[in-house]
């Protein structure tokens, strides 16, 4: 089936350590997206890809880094500069362009302890 | 002002009444709408899409459209239990390549 696979479902992080969170899509999308979800809260827009080699920040890209070397993989890397990270992430990919609603992986969520 | 707005809620429905929810936008050449349903801890889940102004139905769901009012409302009928969730309005703005989500509106509907 085809789908976005995130990893892990759980991740807990001690301050001033990098993470890098999983997304591995195969339903062919040219472009993928990261963002964040706080407790009660709406989804915000941390990065995005339209194509390979190629990405652009969202809202709130501070303390976060991406890289798209494969069209199926868009891993982020929280890093220690994100002075908030706990929170739950979630990756999604459509077909650039398009009008119709994103799919979304399952999420990852991120603690920090 | 924020790009999507909603009601946070909760929006407290007896079982078998319509939930109505609304949203409103601020980039007026927004072209496309959606409605996702989230359950607490899991991915949102797409329940409706609208592009034109005016109503879609779709089930127990309607979604209401008016681009010179910039605000997308969504009904839902005959309200069940498992319908309590956070809705979760999302815009594509002018620029067409993202899609942006209002804040929620919890509902919570009751035996």
């Known amino acids: 089936d085809g789908g976005i696979t995130q990893s892990p479902k759980y991740l807990f992080r001690k301050e001033g350590q990098n993470v890098t969170l999983s997304c591995e899509q195969n339903?062919?999308?040219?472009?993928m997206y990261w963002y964040r979800q706080d407790p009660g809260q709406g989804l915000r827009l941390i990065y995005y890809s339209q194509i390979v080699n190629d990405f652009q920040k969202g809202d709130i890209a501070e303390g976060y880094s991406v890289s798209r070397e494969k069209k199926e993989s868009f891993p982020l890397t929280v890093t220690s500069a994100q002075k908030n990270p706990t929170a739950f992430y979630l990756c999604a990919s459509s077909v650039p362009g398009q009008t119709y609603g994103y799919t979304f992986g399952s999420g990852t969520r991120l603690t920090v302890v | 002002q924020k790009e999507v707005e909603q009601n946070s809620g909760p929006l407290s429905v007896p079982e078998g009444a319509i939930a109505s929810l609304n949203c409103t936008y601020s980039d007026r050449g927004s072209q496309s709408f959606f409605w996702y349903r989230q359950y607490s801890g899991k991915s949102p889940e797409l329940i409706m899409s609208?592009?034109?102004?005016g109503d879609k139905e779709d089930g127990r769901f309607t979604a209401q459209l008016n681009k010179a009012s910039q605000y997308v409302s969504l009904l839902i009928r005959d309200s069940q239990p498992s319908d309590s969730a956070t809705y979760l309005c999302a815009v594509i703005g002018a620029a067409g390549n993202k899609l942006t989500f209002g804040g929620g509106t919890r509902v919570l509907v009751k035996p």
């Open positions: 609208i592009y034109s102004n």
């Open positions: 339903l062919n999308h040219d472009a």
